[in-house]
């Protein structure tokens, strides 16, 4: 089925029923309502090539995502689906340029190419060659997460710096005075992922505002990784009982390696941090922690890149989101002895 067939059983020029489909120019209700009809008859769906050929854009949009590791997490990919959902609602899909290292090279592919009408970047750095591209390149991206100078992109992020404090403070509440913080990979750290940074940021000052103990630890995003930093936690501060994280690939590891020193959550060690709630459920004893707001962050950041293409010279507009935590079954009153 194609646009000339439509244009002969509406009764018009196919031109009509290209202005009709593109609203390049108008189009009375009477003849759009004849040739909808027929569309409607016929099932016809616009072929998105001719579409792009006709009207410049792709009704795509490109997600720029490396992946931090491996795998994806469950936080990332809540996201991923959240992001594919929101923009379906709009009439648009998503095209996953994902790439190893910094992802630059599936990002200028996505650029060179036009295959979408605009990006949407995770995993931010705070210092991000990927920004400093598009920037220069005068492509429309929103960034899920911030660099180092927000105002100079659109974006939605986690108050990673609030969420970490907030987290410190429930276990202050509950008498912990030695707290440990499990932290992104070394790997990422140094690359200045950005979550990284403002969730050591909120564990300083969360500590540094009640006069607790705290060291904080680099933790590869896996299981095994989760094991081995609760042995050199309580090596190095035998008398630590609880720990804040924004490691959630690692929280399976971290229950194994607390079970595994004679630790149980969360009579004698609690356990807090940043997860997909999902995830945060699925553990035994469930987590203390703010719930990621993914389908939330996803909405968000297809409006963003969406008001960009509509209006282009618009101000930059920031989200910045900081969900409660939600207290489940990991976190207890610290222990009144020893472990």
Request: aromatic residues 6%; charged residues 20%.
């Amino acid at each position: 089925m194609n646009i000339g067939e439509i244009a002969q059983r509406a009764g018009v020029s196919r031109s009509t029923v290209s202005y009709a489909l593109t609203g390049k120019r108008p189009v009375s209700a009477a003849t759009k309502a004849r040739i909808q009809a027929v569309i409607d008859e016929l099932g016809y769906t616009p072929n998105a090539a001719a579409r792009a050929l006709a009207d410049g854009t792709t009704r795509t949009l490109g997600l720029v995502f490396p992946p931090a590791s491996r795998h994806y997490t469950d936080m990332q990919l809540d996201f991923i689906g959240s992001l594919v959902e929101a923009a379906s609602d709009h009439g648009y899909d998503i095209l996953l340029a994902a790439s190893a290292g910094d992802g630059e090279s599936g990002l200028r592919r996505l650029v060179a190419e036009r295959r979408v009408d605009g990006a949407i970047m995770m995993e931010i750095r705070l210092d991000d060659a990927r920004v400093d591209f598009l920037t220069e390149a005068r492509f429309p991206f929103v960034t899920i997460g911030r660099t180092g100078a927000p105002d100079r992109t659109r974006w939605v992020d986690l108050d990673y710096v609030r969420l970490v404090r907030d987290c410190v403070r429930h276990l202050a509440d509950l008498g912990h005075r030695h707290i440990a913080f499990v932290n992104r990979s070394e790997q990422l750290f140094h690359a200045g992922y950005e979550s990284a940074h403002r969730g050591l940021a909120g564990f300083h000052e969360g500590i540094a505002d009640h006069g607790l103990s705290g060291a904080a630890y680099l933790c590869g995003d896996d299981a095994s990784s989760g094991e081995a930093v609760i042995g050199r936690i309580l090596a190095a501060d035998p008398a630590t009982t609880a720990l804040v994280t924004v490691n959630e690939a690692a929280i399976g590891g971290l229950y194994r390696g607390l079970a595994e020193h004679g630790r149980k959550i969360p009579l004698d060690f609690s356990v807090t941090g940043i997860a997909a709630s999902r995830w945060a459920s699925a553990v035994t004893p469930q987590l203390t922690a703010a719930d990621v707001p993914a389908a939330e962050m996803g909405r968000v950041a297809v409006d963003l890149l969406l008001e960009l293409l509509q209006t282009p010279d618009a101000p930059p507009r920031h989200v910045l989101l900081a969900p409660p935590v939600s207290l489940r079954a990991s976190a207890g009153s610290a222990p009144t002895t020893g472990p």
